[in-house]
T-cell receptor, first 113, second 116 residues
C-alpha cells in the first residue's frame, strides 16, 4: 500500500529558529515529490523534486530528495511568524495509466514571536 | 491511518457530457470536504467547501451551476462537472476533514478528467 508519512506531526518554535520537516514514502512507480504550504485556502505549491541529491531553494526554504532512502526534508531557516502553517508532502505516482497523489497528513508548524 | 478515495481515477468524455466524481472517506466521518482543481506548475485551487447536509460554499469565480457538489452523507461528496468542455480538462483532488480539537485534512488521490 502506498503511503507518505510526515514528521513531526506538529512543531512549535520561536522566530529565528531553523526547522527541518521530514517526509518519508513507500510508493510504487514514483514520479515526483511535492511540498505545499497550507494556511487557509488551498495548499500553496513550494517545491517539486524528482532527482536525488539536488537541493531546491527558494528564499529561506530549501528541500532535498533522497530516492535511495525514500525521504525528503524541507528546511526553513530564520523562521518568521508568517511561516506558521501546515506543510504538506505529496508523492505523485503512476497508476493504471494515469497519475495519482498520495498526501501525508502534514506537519503543523507554529512560529512564536 | 485515515484514507480518502476518489472514483474514477481517470475519465475521458466527450464535450457536452456530464461527469461525476466521487470522494469517499473510508474510515472516518467527514462533515467537511473540499474540492480542488490542479493548475499548471502543480498549484491547487480551492473550488468549493462541501458541508454534509447543506449547500456547498463556492470560491469566487467557480460556477456553482457547472460544478455541482453534493455531500449527501458523512462519508461521500460528489462533484459533477456538467456539460463538460475541453477547458474543464484538469486534475481534480478532494480532501476530507476530521472534526475535533485539531482538524486534519486527508487528501484523495485525484481524478484526471480529459474532455475531448
Amino acid at each position: 500500500e502506498d503511503k507518505v508519512v510526515q514528521s513531526p506531526l506538529s512543531l512549535v518554535v520561536h522566530e529565528g529558529d531553523t526547522v527541518t520537516l521530514n517526509c518519508s514514502y513507500e510508493v510504487t512507480n514514483f514520479r515526483s515529490l511535492l511540498w505545499y504550504k497550507q494556511e487557509k485556502k488551498a495548499p500553496t505549491f513550494l517545491f517539486m523534486l524528482t532527482s536525488s541529491g539536488i537541493e531546491k531553494k527558494s528564499g529561506r526554504l530549501s528541500s532535498i530528495l533522497d530516492k535511495k532512502e525514500l525521504f525528503s526534508i524541507l528546511n526553513i531557516t530564520a523562521t518568521q511568524t508568517g511561516d506558521s502553517a501546515v506543510y504538506l508532502c505529496a508523492v505523485e505516482a503512476w497508476a493504471s495509466g494515469t497519475y495519482k497523489y498520495i498526501f501525508g497528513t502534514g506537519t503543523r508548524l507554529k512560529v512564536l514571536a | 491511518g485515515a484514507v480518502v478515495s476518489q472514483h474514477p481515477s481517470r475519465v475521458i468524455c466527450k464535450s457536452g457530457t456530464s461527469v461525476k466524481i466521487e470522494c469517499r472517506s473510508l474510515d472516518f466521518q467527514a462533515t467537511t470536504m473540499f474540492w480542488y482543481r490542479q493548475f499548471p506548475k502543480q498549484s491547487l485551487m480551492l473550488m468549493a467547501t462541501s458541508n454534509e447536509g447543506s449547500k456547498a460554499t463556492y470560491e469566487q469565480g467557480v460556477e456553482k451551476d457547472k460544478f455541482l457538489i453534493n455531500h449527501a452523507s458523512l462519508t461521500l461528496s460528489t462533484l459533477t462537472v456538467t456539460s463538460a468542455h475541453p477547458e474543464d480538462s484538469s486534475f481534480y483532488i478532494c480532501s476530507a476533514q476530521t472534526s475535533g480539537i485539531q482538524e486534519t485534512q486527508y487528501f484523495g488521490p485525484g481524478t484526471r478528467l480529459l474532455v475531448l
